[in-house]
């Protein structure tokens, strides 16, 4: 884009991890993509680093993103994504005969999952992508945050967002990857260090699951719900470090969304347009020049 | 040095660890007993919950290495719960039973049994509080009395693992989830000064076993994610805090008791290296 013709202020935005729910955000990038706002950085965890990432590799149009999301949809419930165990490391947990252990594997075997990651990134690098693009991934030996913004996309798209144990970690240049809302599900710190850019923050919580239909729901949920905790006060602590207005659009879920029940994304892309309709004026008059 | 609560500061232990490692804690107490010093204050979480209770039931550090060594067996966690495997992504007919998850922990509630009888948290020797972590919302929680048995579990039910507890219709896991040095607890307790070991075990380069080098991710994903926590807790705390550093260089898992003699070692190690600190604090 040519800097001179610019008529919005230098930006940046920040999607937070929540599973399926963060699929909320695309009515967001929908009313950037109609108001030609342009970020100078996206920063995407777990959940939160799909529509950023089909949006900074063009896919712009509302019809169009929601036609992704639905495509991602059916791909789930066809290839039954997270339905295959890895019966040899469940029993090397006891460590039982025929069990094995090694950081390549986990509760779930990840090769569905991948897949539809790589389907999301079209082969894409993430230097290629025409907005710098930062994802947040966990390093699984040291807990350290690490942030990936060149390399294979799929790879950092399945690292930030592979929940361990549940789904394995992945070597990308010598780490072993896993979930970056294990450090903090809302990569905001790493926007204030990068920048001085206001901050549009997109996050997306609800309601506790309290009946569960069955482990892997009652695992992740408490997760979810554990690193949402941890991350008020990293939020906190970014929020007072930065010299620019921050704007948070938070999607509050009144109902339990599991962090991957496709079968809610009307509700969820719902709850995009509700929050949004409420901010899109704050969010030109920040802008604008 | 006992302390008197009309002249001295008031001073506050934090007994941490995961498993095992809790056994380092002893170090602490060994010191603790050689100059007659009794906190104001104790809080546990995880493997230190259990060194926090027996403690706090009047046992010295030989009794408690001693009592732990003797129910302590390798096998405590090695069955499979199949319920756990079987409706890991199936729904069972009647509801999911949140007491079950991938290994069984029916030996684990029988050491606690051993343990702790039927005592109870608010009748222990020191005031004392242990960490857990509220399964229904994520949210570190604090108790302060009931069956010490129980409580002791829920702090160092390792998720997925091991399954939580329901303690008054509500459902407890481990307390390093939410805070693996639960020092804000002494912070709200008004305690001016603190101590607590600090486990900062190195990056298991040869992992050998899913639960250690899960929990190994879980105490250090956790740990740093509360550095913000303790910096906020710091700011309100106007006196010391002194978080020593240990480092057991486990090769085995958690509850496996030939780590025993390295736990301990690393904690005396860590006492003895910040014993004028320990003691210069305590003295006041």
Redesign the interface.
Known sequence: MDSSSKKYRDFSVVVGGGGIKAMAAVPFFAFLSKNGLIPNQLFGCSGGTFVPSFWANGIREEQKMIEEVYAFQRLVVKEKLFNQLDYRTLLGMANYPFGRFSKKHAILFPNKFFEMCQRMAGGKKLEDLPIPTILQATDLDTADPVFLEKGDLASAIYASSALYPVLPPIEIDGKWLVDGGYHSEIPLMEAVRRSNDIIIVLSFDQVPEQQPSNFFKLFTGFINQVVHYHTHSHTSLAVNTHQNEILFLRHFFKTPISIWDVNKLPEVIDMGYQVLKNKEQEILNMLLL | MENSPQTSKKIGVAFTGSGLQGLANIALIELFEEVNFKPDFVVGCSGGAAIAGLWGQGLNAIEIQEKISHYLNRDII???DLY??L??????RN??K?N????KANRLHKLYNHLFDDIKLENLQFPTAIQT?E??????AVFKQGLLKDIVYASSAM???IPPICIDNKWY?DGS??APIPIMELVNRGMDHIISLSFTEP???K?????S??SN?VS???????R??I??AIEFHHGETLLLPVKPHMEGDIFDRREINRIMTAGRDTVQQYRDEILRLIER
Do not use: C, D, E
């Not at chain 2, 079950?100 to 290994?103: C, Q, R």
């Not at chain 2, 992992?207 to 639960?211: C, D, S």
């Open positions: 090695r069955h499979v756990g495997f409706f890991f992504y199936k729904k069972p509801g999911y949140k079950h998850a991938l290994l972590t399964v229904g919302n994520g949210v570190g998720l997925p693992f896991a989830f939410t990056s298991l380069k992992p050998k076993n899913f639960l080098y899960y991710f250090q994903v956790f740990t740093k994610a509360q913000s926590q910096t906020f």
